[in-house]
T-cell receptor, first 109, second 113 residues
Framework: GQQLNQSPQSMFIQEGEDVSMNCTSS?????WLWYKQDPGEGPVLLIA?????ELTSNGRLTAQFGITRKDSFLNISASIPSDVGIYFC?????????FGKGTRLHILP | DTGVSQDPRHKITKRGQNVTFRCDPI?????LYWYRQTLGQGPEFLTY????????KSRLLSDRFSAERPKGSFSTLEIQRTEQGDSAMYLC???????????FGSGTQLSVL
C-alpha cells in the first residue's frame, strides 16, 4: 500500500495565490520527486531532489528535501489556470519509486 | 518525440478476455516500470525490468498478469481472464541506471465490462 502521506488532499485557491503542499513518510527516502498529472495523461516530472536539505526551483515551483529525509514540500507561486491538476510526491527507496495519493489543485475563477 | 510511448491509449474489453499492452521506453533507458493507477489514487508499483531481466514483482501482480521485455527494449503487459477490478490506468515509465527520475508514458486506460 501507499507509504507516503500527502496533504492537503485538495485545495481551492484564487488565481494568483501561492500554493503549498507537502509529503511525509515514516521511512527514509534517497530521492524525492514531484509530478503533475492532467486528466487522462501520465504524470509529468516537475522537480527531483537528491540531497537532504536541498532546495530546488523550476520556474514558479520550489521544492525542498527535508533534513530528516522523511518529508518534502512543494510551493507554487502566483498560480495560473494551467496549474490545475493533481500533484504527486514520490520517494525512491530500494530501486522502487513509491507515490503518494496526490493533492488535487483547483483554481477558482 | 522520444519520450515513453504506450499503446493502445484506451482498451475496452469484456470480462474474461485477455488483453495486452505495449510500452516503448526512452531509447537509452535500461530500466522499465509498470504501474497501475485507479481513480483518486497515486500510481501503484507492479513490476520493473533492468534490461530484459524482471527484477521485482509486486503482490498486486496476480498470476493472471505477466510482463515481458524480451530484448531489453519494449515491454508488454498481458492480463488474462480480465475482471472488472482490473479496470484502471496502466502506466509505463523508464529511467536510466541511476534510477533517480522516472519518465512516464500517457498510459493505457483499461475498462472491463
Amino acid at each position: 500500500g501507499q507509504q507516503l502521506n500527502q496533504s492537503p488532499q485538495s485545495m481551492f485557491i484564487q488565481e494568483g495565490e501561492d500554493v503549498s503542499m507537502n509529503c511525509t513518510s515514516s521511512s527514509i527516502f534517497n530521492t524525492w520527486l514531484w509530478y503533475k498529472q492532467d486528466p487522462g495523461e501520465g504524470p509529468v516530472l516537475l522537480i527531483a531532489l537528491y540531497k537532504a536539505g536541498e532546495l530546488t526551483s523550476n520556474g514558479r515551483l520550489t521544492a525542498q528535501f527535508g533534513i530528516t529525509r522523511k518529508d518534502s514540500f512543494l510551493n507554487i507561486s502566483a498560480s495560473i489556470p494551467s496549474d490545475v491538476g493533481i500533484y504527486f510526491c514520490a520517494g525512491n527507496r530500494d530501486d522502487k519509486i513509491i507515490f503518494g495519493k496526490g493533492t488535487r489543485l483547483h483554481i477558482l475563477p | 518525440d522520444t519520450g515513453v510511448s504506450q499503446d493502445p491509449r484506451h482498451k475496452i474489453t469484456k470480462r474474461g478476455q485477455n488483453v495486452t499492452f505495449r510500452c516503448d521506453p526512452i531509447s537509452e533507458h535500461n530500466r522499465l516500470y509498470w504501474y497501475r493507477q485507479t481513480l483518486g489514487q497515486g500510481p501503484e508499483f507492479l513490476t520493473y525490468f533492468q534490461n530484459e531481466a524482471q527484477l521485482e514483482k509486486s503482490r498486486l501482480l496476480s498470476d493472471r498478469f505477466s510482463a515481458e521485455r524480451p530484448k531489453g527494449s519494449f515491454s508488454t503487459l498481458e492480463i488474462q481472464r480480465t475482471e472488472q477490478g482490473d479496470s484502471a490506468m496502466y502506466l509505463c515509465a523508464s529511467s536510466d541506471d541511476t534510477n533517480e527520475k522516472l519518465f512516464f508514458g500517457s498510459g493505457t486506460q483499461l475498462s472491463v465490462l
